[in-house]
């Protein structure tokens, strides 16, 4: 798969992200975390998407201690919430904002790290469903309210083991080429009938919760933090980035 390397150093002029709603799924830790307190830092209005509420309320202390745009939470387990709670979702976002400008897919579930031969089926159920269907289920349902924004982003997360196939990554990998494939798909379909760009992007190793438990032998502080790896997340949900679509990023 052809990937593009992230323009080095991006950074956005203060203020950048004005007037932009942006959706961030997995809001409350890691890189969603760092990426809706980025948003916000750049003038945006955050939906803090995820299903920990105690994280979410935190985050959203830190955007409103920091004088930014009054963010919104949205406590949703995406292992279990019924379709019609996407729709609900959009119906209660449509009466609050008459736009959406970016949605960024970074929710995921690593799973269970073992021969496909010894993966158990409810497990890989579950990471499919929350790395793959809840993507295509969310997307749908907000589609509307995208397509009413001047021009939207919509990012999905991969990984390089969603590039190429890696021995014992089991449903995560095949979720993240999942996601690939979807990226493919959806950019095409919109990229001549709408105003929605469409892209994905591997933040590559980041030093978050998910890494550590993927790599317990590793020195956590070899890898970037969230903070670190900013500048594309910033490029592509800012209008820097328009007219790019279907393209495959790594974050460095
Ligand atoms: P984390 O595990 O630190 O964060 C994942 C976030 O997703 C958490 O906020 C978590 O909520 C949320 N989440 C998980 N399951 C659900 C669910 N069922 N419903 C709602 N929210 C959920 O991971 P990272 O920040 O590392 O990963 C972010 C993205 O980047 C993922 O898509 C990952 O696959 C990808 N990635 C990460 C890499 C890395 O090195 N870190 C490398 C390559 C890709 P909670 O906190 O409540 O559990």
Same mark, same amino acid.
């Given at each position: 798969?052809?990937?593009?390397?992230?323009?080095?150093?991006?950074?956005?002029?203060?203020?950048?992200?004005?007037?932009?709603?942006?959706?961030?799924?997995?809001?409350?830790?890691?890189?969603?975390?760092?990426?809706?307190?980025?948003?916000?830092?750049?003038?945006?209005?955050?939906?803090?998407?995820?299903?920990?509420?105690?994280?979410?309320?935190?985050?959203?202390?830190?955007?409103?201690?920091?004088?930014?745009?009054?963010?919104?939470?949205?406590?949703?387990?995406?292992?279990?919430?019924?379709?019609?709670?996407?729709?609900?979702?959009?119906?209660?976002?449509?009466?609050?904002?008459?736009?959406?400008?970016?949605?960024?897919?970074?929710?995921?579930?690593?799973?269970?790290?073992?021969?496909?031969?010894?993966?158990?089926?409810?497990?890989?159920?579950?990471?499919?469903? #929350?790395?793959?269907?809840?993507?295509?289920?969310?997307?749908?349902?907000?589609?509307?309210?995208?397509?009413?924004?001047?021009?939207?982003?919509? #990012?999905?997360?991969?990984?390089?083991?969603?590039?190429?196939?890696?021995?014992?990554?089991?449903?995560?990998?095949?979720?993240?080429?999942?996601?690939?494939?979807?990226?493919?798909?959806?950019?095409?379909?919109?990229?001549?009938?709408?105003?929605?760009?469409?892209?994905?992007?591997?933040?590559?190793?980041?030093?978050?919760?998910?890494?550590?438990?993927?790599?317990?032998?590793?020195?956590?502080?070899?890898?970037?933090?969230?903070?670190?790896?900013?500048? #594309?997340?910033?490029?592509?949900?800012?209008?820097?980035?328009?007219?790019?679509?279907?393209?495959?990023?790594?974050?460095?």
């Amino acid at each position: 798969m052809k990937t593009v390397r992230a323009p080095q150093g991006y950074q956005a002029k203060p203020g950048y992200l004005a007037g932009k709603n942006i959706l961030v799924t997995g809001a409350g830790d890691g890189i969603g975390r760092a990426a809706a307190k980025t948003y916000a830092d750049h003038g945006a209005t955050v939906l803090l998407l995820g299903r920990t509420a105690s994280k979410l309320e935190a985050v959203y202390d830190e955007i409103e201690a920091a004088g930014n745009a009054k963010p919104a939470i949205i406590e949703m387990d995406l292992s279990s919430a019924p379709p019609q709670s996407y729709l609900n979702l959009a119906d209660a976002l449509a009466a609050e904002f008459d736009h959406l400008d970016g949605l960024l897919h970074n929710a995921a579930l690593l799973g269970e790290r073992t021969p496909l031969n010894n993966a158990s089926y409810d497990k890989w159920q579950e990471v499919m469903h #929350v790395n793959v269907n809840a993507q295509f289920i969310l997307t749908q349902a907000l589609m509307p309210l995208l397509q009413q924004a001047p021009s939207a982003s919509i #990012v999905l997360t991969s990984s390089g083991v969603g590039r190429e196939g890696r021995a014992y990554w089991g449903a995560y990998a095949v979720s993240k080429f999942a996601t690939e494939g979807y990226m493919q798909i959806l950019a095409q379909e919109l990229e001549n009938t709408s105003r929605i760009r469409v892209n994905s992007l591997n933040p590559k190793g980041t030093n978050t919760a998910m890494r550590r438990s993927a790599y317990p032998a590793e020195n956590p502080s070899n890898n970037p933090s969230p903070d670190d790896i900013m500048g #594309v997340y910033l490029f592509l949900m800012s209008d820097d980035s328009l007219g790019v679509t279907g393209q495959a990023f790594d974050a460095r």
